[in-house]
């Protein structure tokens, strides 16, 4: 049986939005919590808003390897071992593809697809030392389909789908869990991550009209990390009422 009381958890990405949601839910559920991202602001408001909680935050990077590496250095040190490794950074930036956008491209690629690999990187020596882990990746419904507009968004988040899967299949044997999170729209502040002003407030009253709440897809997280130890839930796509695909 696995259950999620004394887990050690990272979240990359926590410092608004689904990762926020997800560190209170499992801090909550009493897991031991590392988080991270890039706003230390925010991350030391969301540790002080939960005094009971055995949590701590470092700053880093997703893009930055060795930024990424020191954080799951931090929980092995802490704790000892790892059990989850929660790659929830992301950004989306929007745009036809006519319009050249090429620095926004290769941050989203940056972001979105290497800090995912640079947190399978950090953490899976651990795990396979341990035979055993979880590694749970926010994708989207964006990773099944494809929008005008969105074409490199969802790029990225069908290239963490592969990857996700890809890494299913070859740790399998090392009891070593992968999870893919499939969110349709959610409330949270991704809009901020759009340069263009028209389709940041049209995307941003979408978020408000219709969108899940972050805490919907923090309950998502927290059943796929509870199952037990046997079982892979390895994809959960969780849509608005109104709205998906
Ligand atoms: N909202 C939606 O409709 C929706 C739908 C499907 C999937 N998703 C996915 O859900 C995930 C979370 O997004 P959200 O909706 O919760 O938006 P959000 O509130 O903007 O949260 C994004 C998080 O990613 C972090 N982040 C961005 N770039 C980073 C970097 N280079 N290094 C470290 N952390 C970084 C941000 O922290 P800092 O800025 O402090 O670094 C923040 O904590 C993303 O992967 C997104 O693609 C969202």
């Known amino acids: 049986m696995s259950t999620i009381q004394d887990k050690v958890v990272i979240v990359m990405g926590a410092s608004s939005g689904i990762g926020e949601a997800t560190t209170k839910k499992l801090a909550q559920e009493g897991a031991k919590l590392v988080i991270a991202a890039r706003r230390e602001d925010r991350l030391k408001a969301l540790v002080e808003s939960l005094p009971n909680a055995d949590i701590s935050y470092a700053v880093a990077d997703v893009t930055n390897k060795d930024e990424v590496q020191a954080i799951v250095d931090l929980a092995v040190e802490k704790y000892g071992h790892v059990d989850v490794l929660f790659n929830n950074a992301g ?37 396979k030392k341990q035979q055993s882990g979880q590694i749970v990746t926010t994708a989207s419904e964006a990773g099944h389909v494809v929008f005008p507009g969105g074409a490199v968004y969802c790029g990225t988040k069908f290239a963490v789908r592969a990857i996700m899967e890809g890494l299913r299949q070859e740790e399998r044997e090392n009891n070593i869990r992968s999870t893919l999170i499939s969110p349709g729209t959610v409330d949270t502040e991704l809009h901020l991550t759009i340069n263009d002003p028209e389709r940041r407030e049209w995307t941003e009253n979408l978020q408000r009209a219709i969108g899940l709440q972050s805490s919907d897809v923090a309950d998502a997280v927290a059943y796929a990390i509870s199952t037990p130890e046997t079982v892979n839930v390895s994809e959960i796509i969780i849509l608005p009422t109104k709205k998906g695909f």
């Open 91 to 127: 950004i989306m930036p929007q745009g036809p593809l006519s319009e050249k956008r090429i620095d926004e491209w290769q941050q989203t690629l940056d972001i979105n697809i290497m800090g995912v690999l640079n947190g399978i990187a950090a953490v899976l020596p651990i795990m």
